[in-house]
Protein backbone atom coordinates (compact mmCIF):
# COMPACT_ATOMS: atom_id res chain seq x y z
CA UNK A 1 0.00 0.00 0.00
CA UNK A 2 1.42 3.74 -0.63
CA UNK A 3 -0.10 6.93 1.22
CA UNK A 4 0.33 10.24 -1.02
CA UNK A 5 -1.30 13.41 -1.26
CA UNK A 6 -2.89 14.87 -4.93
CA UNK A 7 -2.65 18.55 -5.82
CA UNK A 8 1.02 18.78 -6.41
CA UNK A 9 2.33 20.15 -9.80
CA UNK A 10 5.41 21.36 -9.63
CA UNK A 11 9.08 19.87 -8.32
CA UNK A 12 12.55 21.67 -7.97
CA UNK A 13 15.34 20.12 -10.16
CA UNK A 14 17.97 22.45 -8.47
CA UNK A 15 18.40 23.49 -4.75
CA UNK A 16 17.03 27.28 -4.27
CA UNK A 17 17.98 29.26 -1.51
CA UNK A 18 16.50 32.57 -0.48
CA UNK A 19 17.42 34.95 2.43
CA UNK A 20 14.04 35.63 3.48
CA UNK A 21 14.79 37.83 6.36
CA UNK A 22 12.00 36.06 8.68
CA UNK A 23 14.34 34.99 11.48
CA UNK A 24 12.28 31.99 13.73
CA UNK A 25 13.51 31.83 17.24
CA UNK A 26 16.15 28.53 15.94
CA UNK A 27 16.36 26.54 12.79
CA UNK A 28 13.78 24.74 11.83
CA UNK A 29 14.43 21.50 9.64
CA UNK A 30 12.28 19.27 7.38
CA UNK A 31 12.80 16.60 4.71
CA UNK A 32 13.07 19.26 1.88
CA UNK A 33 13.49 22.59 2.92
CA UNK A 34 15.33 24.57 6.10
CA UNK A 35 14.71 27.62 7.51
CA UNK A 36 17.93 29.03 9.45
CA UNK A 37 17.46 31.42 12.51
CA UNK A 38 19.16 34.55 10.49
CA UNK A 39 16.54 33.99 7.85
CA UNK A 40 17.97 31.73 5.26
CA UNK A 41 15.27 28.88 3.54
CA UNK A 42 17.09 26.42 1.78
CA UNK A 43 15.13 24.43 -0.57
CA UNK A 44 16.37 20.99 -1.22
CA UNK A 45 15.67 19.61 -5.11
CA UNK A 46 12.66 17.69 -5.21
CA UNK A 47 10.58 19.67 -3.00
CA UNK A 48 6.58 19.81 -5.09
CA UNK A 49 4.07 22.79 -4.59
CA UNK A 50 1.21 23.51 -6.38
CA UNK A 51 1.80 26.88 -7.56
CA UNK A 52 -0.48 29.92 -6.60
CA UNK A 53 -3.62 28.91 -4.74
CA UNK A 54 -6.86 30.30 -5.27
CA UNK A 55 -8.91 31.42 -8.84
CA UNK A 56 -6.19 32.66 -10.78
CA UNK A 57 -3.21 31.28 -13.18
CA UNK A 58 0.34 30.33 -12.33
CA UNK A 59 2.75 32.58 -14.11
CA UNK A 60 6.46 32.91 -13.86
CA UNK A 61 6.46 36.12 -11.98
CA UNK A 62 4.36 33.32 -9.03
CA UNK A 63 6.25 30.42 -9.28
CA UNK A 64 9.15 31.45 -6.82
CA UNK A 65 7.04 33.54 -4.53
CA UNK A 66 4.37 30.19 -4.24
CA UNK A 67 7.68 28.12 -3.84
CA UNK A 68 8.37 30.36 -0.44
CA UNK A 69 4.81 30.80 0.63
CA UNK A 70 4.31 27.24 0.62
CA UNK A 71 6.89 26.45 2.63
CA UNK A 72 5.87 28.90 5.27
CA UNK A 73 2.52 27.80 5.66
CA UNK A 74 3.41 24.40 6.18
CA UNK A 75 5.72 25.73 8.98
CA UNK A 76 2.80 27.94 10.15
CA UNK A 77 0.29 24.59 9.64
CA UNK A 78 2.20 22.50 11.97
CA UNK A 79 2.88 25.33 15.05
CA UNK A 80 6.66 25.32 13.93
CA UNK A 81 6.25 28.84 13.31
CA UNK A 82 3.66 30.93 14.93
CA UNK A 83 0.64 32.21 12.69
CA UNK A 84 -0.36 35.37 13.91
CA UNK A 85 3.16 36.90 14.46
CA UNK A 86 4.99 34.92 10.90
CA UNK A 87 1.78 35.73 8.53
CA UNK A 88 1.86 38.83 7.80
CA UNK A 89 5.39 38.90 7.24
CA UNK A 90 5.41 36.13 5.25
CA UNK A 91 2.34 37.38 3.67
CA UNK A 92 4.66 40.30 2.76
CA UNK A 93 7.56 38.63 1.58
CA UNK A 94 5.33 37.19 -1.45
CA UNK A 95 3.72 39.76 -2.68
CA UNK A 96 7.21 41.40 -2.43
CA UNK A 97 8.92 38.89 -4.61
CA UNK A 98 6.09 38.59 -6.60
CA UNK A 99 6.73 42.11 -7.45
CA UNK A 100 10.57 41.34 -7.61
CA UNK A 101 9.76 38.72 -9.86
CA UNK A 102 8.28 40.82 -12.68
CA UNK A 103 4.43 40.85 -11.68
CA UNK A 104 2.53 44.37 -11.40
CA UNK A 105 2.31 45.82 -8.20
CA UNK A 106 -1.32 46.50 -8.23
CA UNK A 107 -1.96 42.40 -9.36
CA UNK A 108 0.76 41.38 -6.21
CA UNK A 109 -1.50 43.57 -3.68
CA UNK A 110 -4.56 41.55 -5.01
CA UNK A 111 -3.00 38.45 -4.59
CA UNK A 112 -1.57 39.61 -1.19
CA UNK A 113 -5.01 40.21 -0.32
CA UNK A 114 -6.14 36.62 -1.50
CA UNK A 115 -3.26 34.79 0.49
CA UNK A 116 -4.61 36.91 4.08
CA UNK A 117 -8.24 36.15 3.27
CA UNK A 118 -7.59 32.61 2.77
CA UNK A 119 -5.54 32.40 6.26
CA UNK A 120 -2.52 30.49 4.02
CA UNK A 121 -1.10 28.01 6.95
CA UNK A 122 -3.48 29.12 9.76
CA UNK A 123 -3.12 25.75 12.03
CA UNK A 124 -6.66 26.51 12.85
CA UNK A 125 -7.92 25.46 9.25
CA UNK A 126 -8.45 21.95 8.69
CA UNK A 127 -6.50 20.55 5.91
CA UNK A 128 -7.78 20.25 2.89
CA UNK A 129 -5.37 17.71 0.88
CA UNK A 130 -5.39 14.81 3.43
CA UNK A 131 -3.63 11.32 3.20
CA UNK A 132 -4.71 9.24 0.91
CA UNK A 133 -4.07 5.29 0.26
CA UNK A 134 -3.90 3.14 -3.19
CA UNK A 135 -3.24 -0.47 -2.71
Known sequence: ?????????YQLTRPYSVETGICPPTTIDYPYWTLHDNGLLE?????????????????KSSMRPSLVHDCFCQMAKDRRIDYKTFAP???????????????????????????????????????????????
Open 1 to 9: MIHYKEGYK
Open 43 to 59: VSAGFAWDGASGPTWDT
Open 89 to 135: LYNQLFRDMCVEDGMWPIRADIWRAGVIVGRGGDPDIPDDNLEQEAP
